[in-house]
T-cell receptor, first 114, second 111 residues
């Protein structure tokens, strides 16, 4: 069974640009969550989608957005990139509701903003 | 006060040692308690999962939850080189559809 797939794995952008990250969940999983991981702040919750609906959003500015498609695949977008957006962005999927804790993570997309 | 506090370490132990990792939390609504392991340049993987208070054992790993003290622990017995990783505690509860993570403890097991 294929795991969670995130693309691209690595990317470099400059300040002011925008970026779109993609996540394909495990087949049959309907919930997709996104987290930002940095050395200073650790893993911080961005948002969670279930059946194309955003059910919760973390404390990030409106420059961070996401969506989920009918096949459960998800994308997140960051506009007007800032240096502080450099991080590992992790996607996780689960069969049902994400708050029971059994999340399966992808390997992440490492974003560097110059 | 942060919702979840975890000593970042780093922690260095010899092979075969017993390792104790801990987290404290402040949110009484938390009901699900997890430990994730993250190897360098990989995503976290679920290691242990506990609902409410009590102990859970899986091979060399034991997870303990003390809700009255808002304290969770992970014990690793007979530590092995392959246990070298960052260990993240995580917890959730209610209907907020997210996990709240500790910052992680970097563990190195030395030969």
């Amino acid at each position: 069974k294929a795991g969670v797939t995130q693309t691209p794995r690595y990317l470099i952008k400059t300040r002011g640009q925008q970026v779109t990250l993609s996540c394909s969940p495990i087949s049959g999983h309907r919930s997709v969550s996104w987290y930002q991981q940095t050395p200073g702040q650790g893993l911080q919750f961005l948002f969670e989608y279930f059946s194309e609906t955003q059910r919760n959003k973390g404390n990030f500015p409106g420059r961070f957005s996401g969506r989920q498609f009918s096949n459960s695949r998800s994308e997140m977008n960051v506009s007007t990139l800032e240096l502080g957006d450099s991080a590992l962005y992790l996607c996780a999927s689960s069969i049902g509701t994400a708050n029971t804790g059994e999340l399966f993570f992808g390997e992440g997309s490492r974003l560097t903003v110059l | 006060q942060k919702e979840v506090e975890q000593d970042p370490g780093p922690l260095s132990v010899p092979e075969g040692a017993i390792v104790s990792l801990n987290c404290t939390y402040s949110n009484s609504a938390f009901q699900y308690f997890m430990w994730y392991r993250q190897y360098s340049r990989k995503g976290p993987e679920l290691l242990m999962y506990t609902y409410s208070s009590g102990n859970k054992e899986d091979g060399r790993f034991t997870a303990q939850v003390d809700k009255s003290s808002k304290y969770i622990s992970l014990f690793i017995r007979d530590s092995q080189l392959s246990d070298s990783a960052t260990y993240l505690c995580a917890m959730s509860g209610g209907s907020n559809y997210k996990l709240t993570f500790g910052k992680g403890t970097l563990l190195t097991v030395n030969p």
